[in-house]
């Protein structure tokens, strides 16, 4: 039967006859019944990658990919007048991240099957995920994320686990999701849950009952956590993902009649950043109470469990009040306790490296690093710091197992799936082969003086812009000018990534037009992402551009050369449409506080040019594309570092030192904002900048100022911008997490 056969014998009428909806459905049958004579991947040792986010994105076009069916569908549809993407427009997209730390775990399970290595996910099935983003009144509002209504490809499994939580049994219940490989096996990403969950105690937004373990438990993703029942909140869903996962993993071992005194032959534990961390102690008494003894557990898990650490962000590096545990998981205390005693007798009780600190505070990633045989860094800038800096105590007595991983994106999502018509062109150009090896895609530097090639990837680039301003038209009533730059900050929010600055610059053009000086061509600037619900300086940015986006595109004098646009919602759909139609790509966090950032590999491969801090990936970009291809400023990461070593840096100085600065500043409490927006959110913004500027916004703008209008003045120069689009995407191959995850298996985890 040809795929246009099964189409309408799934639809029971001609496909030009039916309704997205029924094509949706139909499509998602035919992906679940060629996933089911896909074979899985075997081998004798396995990695479980544990991760509190999965952001997986929408299901639908990227197994069609990876089954090899996505051009056929696409073309029966069209001759039947039916559109692909209004199809994959019906799904609904899985709400089970926020940011960079899910998308990464999402396209490392891609890269694992489609490298036909055995490997799952575990994670949590969050019913309403993080929050679905409103903007109300120029303010950030959050709903429920409504996901699991409607058709997707997680399904109910009978497989279950009791999990003990303050002294009471709950039972967990796993929910499958197939991960298809590129032209390949598949894995599974194991999700949990609990049956007794209640979505209708979520009332006003996203408030509920913090303390109704029993119908809460996996309602969101990062529960907020101010007060004490959020933050015992967190604790329980931690346990009571690991602990599913390493009931999980004792069962599937049992299953294969493997010796669990040899589970490191068989298994490997990836832990992905802190919140899986429990996972360690859990693994010790599961291992326990099959008779091992806990010193032997413990060598056991050691050589079993590997570490990424994503941050040297105190707030992210977790630390739990050991009477918190005592209360959600007292069966984990004595093994908790019984490591730090260990870690003290061999260390001295040396403070730096307790798991337990004088505050009765438990430290996760201590006790990652004392019991992994791993600790990866993500990008190369980061574990140089990790090494030198904030884990120097760890890596002065453990420097073999310190190890860097540069994160990597998959390829299918962010350019076979969301660029379709660059990919085509490479296709072309270079044929097929990059699709499973990404150094290839330097074969294109033999065009960077051809000029035919040079004009398509221009065209396609403008095509792109085009969609984008259409779905920005449709979904926000704001119009753009494909023929603009398109400067795309999108980013969750978080005052080290530094939105501010770019507001602030915002804030800067806006006046200089004002004042008769008219930018070359116009300026489209583009900002996207969440911020959590407690974080009040993240929720002032938000509403300082979304004024700026109301009083700047309503004006008459400034909108034909700049307007703002801070998209609703940003998610893993939408970034497939504005990652293709950027032209200059935003990554202008503080140096030395990103770990790596993985979106700004995505803009590079789709052609976009990286305006930048030499902050975490941002080093190796620059590095493969040189110093011609890619617009750096501001201070380094020694700098900064020795800033906050010495306490020197005020960012009154600059404001009341520089002219330019203290305008722009001022501008925040203007009459013309105050007018549109909350006096006391502005107010408090520009207080912060002014008397705090934790991440040093001042510091560096006048640099970032000039680097930007740098770039901008490069961009009239069309045959060069175009022959820096060629290169960026040539030189991005590296980033393939198909590259990382052939780090990780032959570093790490040496599957077979």
Avoid at 122 to 144: A, T
Avoid at 275 to 288: A, D, K, N
Avoid at 510 to 534: C, D, E, H, S, W
Wanted: proline share 3%.
């Amino acid at each position: 039967m040809t795929l246009q056969e099964e189409l309408v014998s799934l639809l029971h009428k001609e496909i030009k006859d039916a309704a997205d909806s029924e094509l949706y459905e139909a499509c998602l049958e035919i992906v679940r019944q060629r996933s089911e004579q896909i074979p899985t991947v075997q081998g004798t040792k396995k990695v479980y990658y544990i991760s509190a986010e999965f952001l997986t994105g929408k299901q639908l076009g990227k197994n069609l990919i990876n089954l090899g069916l996505f051009d056929e569908m696409d073309r029966i549809l069209k001759d039947n007048g039916k559109s692909l993407e209004s199809v994959e427009a019906i799904e609904k997209e899985p709400s089970l991240g926020n940011g960079g730390l899910g998308r990464l775990a999402a396209c490392f399970l891609d890269s694992i099957a489609t490298l036909n290595l055995p490997g799952d996910g575990i994670g949590l099935r969050y019913h309403y995920g993080l929050f679905k983003q409103q903007f109300i009144d120029h303010k950030q509002h959050e709903i429920p994320d409504e996901w699991l209504d409607g058709s997707n490809m997680v399904r109910k499994t009978d497989i279950t686990f009791p999990v003990q939580l303050a002294g009471k049994t709950y039972h967990s219940r796993m929910y499958d999701m197939d991960v298809i490989g590129y032209k390949g096996n598949k894995n599974t990403l194991h999700l949990f849950d609990l049956d007794t969950i209640d979505e209708s105690i979520v009332h006003d937004g996203i408030q509920f009952d913090k303390t109704n373990i029993e119908k809460n438990l996996t309602l969101f993703l990062y529960p907020d956590d101010s007060d004490r029942d959020g933050q015992l909140l967190r604790i329980y869903q931690q346990y009571f993902m690991v602990s599913s996962a390493a009931q999980l993993i004792i069962h599937k071992e049992k299953e294969a009649g493997h010796d669990l005194h040899r589970l490191d032959q068989y298994v490997a534990v990836q832990i992905n950043d802190t919140h899986p961390s429990m996972v360690i102690p859990e693994l010790i008494r599961l291992l326990m109470m099959e008779g091992i003894p806990m010193k032997r557990a413990a060598d056991i898990v050691n050589n079993v469990c590997a570490y990424t650490n994503h941050t040297i962000l105190a707030e992210a590096l977790e630390k739990w009040p050991l009477d918190y545990l005592g209360e959600v998981v007292p069966h984990l205390l004595p093994i908790i306790e019984g490591l730090d005693y260990a870690a003290y007798c061999a260390f001295s009780g040396n403070p730096d490296l307790m798991i337990i600190d004088e505050q009765n505070r438990v430290h996760m990633a201590k006790m990652d690093m004392h019991y992994s045989r791993s600790i990866n860094g993500v990008a190369a800038l980061h574990t140089e710091i990790l090494k030198n800096q904030e884990l120097k105590p760890f890596y002065n007595i453990y420097p073999q197992r310190f190890n860097n991983k540069t994160n990597g994106i998959t390829f299918r999502r962010f350019l076979m799936h969301s660029n379709p018509q660059l990919t085509n062109l490479i296709d072309m150009l270079i044929g097929e082969g990059w699709k499973t090896d990404a150094s290839h895609l330097e074969e294109l530097l033999r065009y960077y003086n051809d000029e035919n090639v040079l004009e398509q990837l221009e065209n396609i680039k403008y095509q792109n812009k085009v969609r984008l301003a259409n779905f920005i038209k449709e979904k926000e009533n704001i119009d753009l000018d494909p023929n603009s730059v398109f400067d795309v900050h999108v980013k969750r929010m978080h005052e080290y990534k530094r939105q501010q600055m770019n507001a602030l610059w915002v804030i800067y053009k806006y006046m200089q037009i004002k004042n008769g000086a008219l930018p070359p061509r116009p300026i489209t600037v583009i900002f996207g992402g969440k911020a959590a619900p407690a974080y009040k300086m993240a929720k002032n940015v938000i509403h300082l551009i979304l004024c700026l986006q109301e009083l700047i595109n309503n004006d008459p004098e400034a909108n034909k050369y700049l307007k703002v646009v801070m998209i609703q919602n940003y998610n893993v759909d939408k970034a497939e449409k504005v990652i293709p139609a950027c032209d200059i790509s935003e990554q202008i966090s503080l140096a030395s506080k990103e770990a790596s950032g993985t979106g700004n590999m995505k803009f590079m491969l789709n052609g976009a040019v990286t305006l930048g801090t030499a902050d975490g990936a941002n080093v190796e970009i620059r590095n493969l594309v040189g110093n011609d291809n890619i617009y750096v400023f501001g201070r380094s990461s020694d700098e900064v570092i020795g800033l906050y070593n010495t306490s020197s840096y005020h960012s009154s100085d600059f404001y009341y030192r520089s002219n330019s600065i203290h305008n722009c500043v001022d501008f925040i409490t203007s009459e013309q904002l105050c007018a549109i927006g909350d006096p006391a959110m502005l107010n408090e913004l520009r207080d912060n900048l002014i008397n705090k500027d934790w991440f040093m916004t001042l510091l560096d703008l006048e640099s970032y100022c000039a680097a930007k209008e740098t770039a901008l003045m490069d961009y009239e120069n069309r045959a060069w911008w175009k022959r820096k689009m060629l290169v960026n995407i040539a030189k991005s191959g590296f980033f393939s997490s198909d590259r990382t995850i052939k780090e990780y298996n032959n570093d790490i985890w040496h599957l077979r």
